[in-house]
């Protein structure tokens, strides 16, 4: 999974490893030029052994001079190259694939928007772009600050309350990248991971078309069993799964939850035991989650993921 601002896959994070390069590169430069002209100086101080003059000679105002000019000509052209390389990472064609990322203490929600009502689908902490296309996200908090940062594709963006903040992507490789939220929103922020997968787009449009679909339904008799046990329990205050008439949306939207690549905003893989293990104990996996205990039989809690682990 590629997770490092300097291995880049997109034009965005291109941009800006670019510029970290310049910046650095610059530094690096001026940093060796002041050091070795301290050395040459106390090199030579030491060799003449005299004291410093009372009047600072000419030669010596023309090379602070010459150096005040050099560090203003550098601080200009950084500033430059800064500028460019802003104005590169807000140039999104507009009719990139639009996304709203909200944040919530400690998950992401992920909705596509589309012009058709119902072709809008809700799912969580899983963003699938599709590869080359530019992706636009509207980034929206439920409470506290967050930042949306996957590092190869872009750079951190701040999700806040009651506003709304944008950030664009451009996947240039098909392939699995992790991101973080980037800025301290509690407890469990450590926990806040994102998985986006870039696809070909022909691979996109079916995932499109499979997370549009219904929850699929139970195919055999424990899975039956578990989606009773969904339907009376208490976990449907919070929850959806499109087609049981649910629609709460305080938690993550489980209709497509199995095809996720791990659960608890990356706290945990997305396998049987795993999920068995949160949703009996979540407060034991992600102390101050907002997700309490759930308390079932172990038959019912088996039947019950048997049946999320057959939402595909
Ligand atoms: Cu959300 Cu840190």
Redesign the pocket.
């Known amino acids: 999974m590629n997770h490092a601002a300097l291995e880049t896959s997109g034009p965005f994070a291109h941009e800006i490893a670019t510029l970290f390069w310049i910046f650095a590169g610059v530094a690096a430069v001026v940093y060796a030029i002041v050091i070795a002209a301290l050395a040459f100086s106390l090199w030579r101080r030491k060799r003449a052994d005299v004291p410093p003059p009372d009047v600072v000679p000419r030669n010596a105002l023309r090379a602070i001079g010459g150096s005040l000019a050099l560090t203003g000509i550098i601080l200009v052209g950084l500033a430059l190259a800064d500028f460019f390389g802003n104005r590169a990472l807000t140039n999104v064609p507009p009719e990139a694939l639009r996304i709203r990322v909200t944040?919530h203490q400690?998950w992401w929600e992920i909705e596509y928007l589309d012009a058709i009502a119902q072709d809008r689908i809700t799912t969580a902490n899983h963003l699938a772009i599709p590869v080359g296309r530019p992706v636009m996200l509207e980034l929206r908090s439920g409470d506290v600050i967050?930042?949306f940062w996957v590092p190869s594709l872009n750079g951190k963006k701040d999700l806040l309350p009651g506003y709304t903040t944008q950030l664009a992507l451009i996947a240039a490789r098909a392939g699995a990248y992790r991101g973080e939220?980037a800025?301290?929103?509690g407890y469990q922020?450590a926990h806040?991971s994102i998985d986006l997968t870039a696809e070909e787009p022909a691979q996109f449009d079916r995932w499109l078309a499979a997370q549009r679909a219904s929850a699929s339904e139970p195919t055999d008799d424990l899975q039956r069993r578990g989606r009773d046990v969904y339907r009376g329990s208490t976990c449907r205050a919070c929850h959806t799964i499109q087609g049981t008439m649910t629609a709460a949306r305080l938690g993550p939207d489980l209709t497509h939850l199995a095809s996720r690549p791990r659960i608890a905003a990356g706290a945990l893989p997305n396998d049987a035991a795993s999920l068995a293990a949160w949703i009996a104990d979540p407060q034991a996996i992600k102390p101050g989650t907002k997700m309490p205990a759930t308390r079932m039989s172990a038959d019912d809690l088996a039947a019950l993921t048997a049946y999320l682990g057959s939402l595909r």
């Open positions: 944040a400690w967050h930042s939220c800025e301290f929103c922020h806040m």
